[in-house]
C-alpha cells in the first residue's frame, strides 16, 4: 500500500483520505501527505506510525477538520514546538488519539489546539489524579473521552472562574479509571453535560442520587461496575427530579436492594433502565416498584437471579416498552398474562427460567416480530 502514495501529492483537492487498518503505512509516509494542503479529513488509525508524535509534522495541513490517529502506537508526550507554527491547524475540531501510548503530558500540550470539539484520548496509559484545570483552554470542547487511562482518586475542579471555559462540554466518558465518588461532586462544575459515562470506577456506597441532581441536563448515564451497594435515603433520592431530561441510566453489577427502583422512578423521562446483575441473588421480581415507570421503552433485569413467580400485575403498566429482558433468573411458574398488554413490544427474552405459558400475539404488536 505504500508504493506509490507520493503520487497523491498531485491531488491538490482531496479533502478526504482513509488509509486506516495498513499494516505496512509507517511514518515514512508522512512527508508525502504535508502537500495535501486541501485535505479536511485524515485517517490514519491502525497503521505502523509509531515513536514519538509531532504536532508539526501536519502544520502544512491548514484545512484539516478532523485527524484520527486511533492505534498507531505513539508514545511519550505529544510534542508541540513553536506556537506560531502549530496554530495553523487552527480548523481541527476532530482529534482522535486512542489506544497509543501518550502518557499524561499530552494533555499540556493540546492547549495549542483551541478548536478543538471532541478529543478521543481513551486507553493511553496515562496515571495519577486528573485535573481539569489541563483542559480549561480548550474553549470549544464538547466530547472528552478519557476511558482507560488509569487516573486514581479525586477528579480535581479547581478554580471555576477558569473550569467555566469548558461550559460547551456535553460527553465526558471516564469509565475504567480508578476514579472515587468525589468525582460526581467536582462534575457539578461541568453544567452542560448530557453524556456522562463513569463505569467500571472504585465508587462506594449508596446511589449518588443527590450528588447527580445538579448535572440538570444530563440525558444518558452509564454507572455499570461502580460497586455501589445500597440505595439512598428519601430526600436524596427526591432530588432526582431535578434530572427532568435524563432518558437512560445503566446500574449493572452494582448490589441494590429493591427500593432503588422506586428512587429511580422520580427521573420523569426515563425511558431506558439497565440493572443487570444489580440485585442480591435469590430476590423476588420487584413488580410494585415497577408500576411508577409507565413511561419505559427498555427494560434489562437479567442475571439477577429472581426467584419465585412474577406477580400478574407485573407488565400492566408499561404502555410503551419496546424491549424486555428477564433472561437468566430463576422465575418459575406462568408468564402473567399482562404480556399480552405490551403492544409496542419489539423484543423479549425469558430464556433461562422455568416460566410456562403463552407470549404476545405477534398479530397484536404495534412493530414486526
Not at 15 to 36: A, K, Q, R, W
Not at 253 to 266: A, E, Q, T, V
Not at 267 to 282: A, E, H, N, V
Request: a negative charge.
Amino acid at each position: 500500500m505504500k508504493t506509490g502514495l507520493e503520487r497523491l501529492s498531485s491531488l491538490k483537492k482531496l479533502e478526504v483520505l482513509d488509509l486506516s487498518s495498513n499494516d505496512d503505512i509507517d511514518n515514512d509516509v508522512l512527508p508525502s501527505l504535508m502537500t495535501l494542503t486541501s485535505l479536511k479529513i485524515l485517517d490514519l488509525s491502525d497503521t505502523s506510525l509509531n515513536g514519538n508524535f509531532s504536532v508539526n509534522e501536519f502544520a502544512a495541513l491548514e484545512n484539516l477538520e478532523m485527524l484520527d490517529l486511533t492505534g498507531c502506537s505513539f508514545n511519550g508526550a505529544f510534542e508541540i514546538e513553536g506556537f506560531e507554527r502549530v496554530s495553523v491547524l487552527r480548523k481541527l475540531k476532530t482529534l482522535n488519539l486512542a489506544d497509543n501510548e501518550f502518557d499524561e503530558s499530552v494533555i499540556t500540550s493540546l492547549k495549542t489546539l483551541p478548536s478543538l470539539t471532541n478529543l478521543d484520548l481513551s486507553h493511553n496509559p496515562m496515571s495519577g489524579p486528573f485535573s481539569a484545570q489541563e483542559f480549561a483552554p480548550l474553549e470549544n470542547l464538547e466530547m472528552l473521552d478519557l476511558t482507560g487511562c488509569s487516573f486514581n482518586g479525586a477528579f480535581e475542579i479547581q478554580g471555576s472562574e477558569r473550569v467555566s471555559l469548558l461550559r460547551k462540554l456535553k460527553t465526558l466518558n471516564l469509565g475504567s479509571n480508578g476514579f472515587n465518588e468525589s468525582v460526581i461532586t467536582s462534575l457539578n462544575r461541568l453544567p452542560s453535560l448530557t453524556n456522562l459515562d463513569l463505569s467500571g470506577n472504585y465508587f462506594t456506597g449508596p446511589f449518588p442520587a443527590q450528588e447527580l441532581s445538579h448535572l440538570t441536563n444530563l440525558e444518558e448515564l452509564d454507572l455499570s461496575f461502580a460497586q455501589l451497594n445500597d440505595t439512598p435515603n428519601i430526600q436524596a433520592c427526591k432530588t432526582l427530579s431535578r434530572l427532568k431530561r435524563l432518558e437512560s441510566i445503566a446500574l449493572p453489577s452494582n448490589n441494590f436492594n429493591k427500593s432503588i427502583i422506586s428512587c429511580l422512578s422520580l427521573l420523569p423521562s426515563l425511558k431506558i433502565l439497565d440493572l443487570t446483575y444489580s440485585f442480591p441473588w435469590g430476590s423476588s421480581f420487584p413488580a410494585q416498584e415497577f408500576l411508577n415507570l409507565p413511561d419505559l421503552e427498555v427494560l434489562l433485569l437479567s442475571s439477577n437471579g429472581f426467584s419465585g413467580t412474577i406477580p400478574m400485575e407485573a407488565f400492566a403498566s408499561f404502555s410503551h416498552l419496546e424491549l424486555l429482558d428477564l433472561s437468566d433468573n430463576n422465575l418459575v411458574g406462568s408468564i402473567p398474562s399482562s404480556i399480552q398488554s405490551l403492544s409496542s413490544l419489539r423484543a423479549l427474552s425469558f430464556a433461562n427460567n422455568e416460566l410456562n405459558g403463552s407470549l404476545p400475539d405477534p398479530g397484536l404488536c404495534g412493530h414486526d416480530p
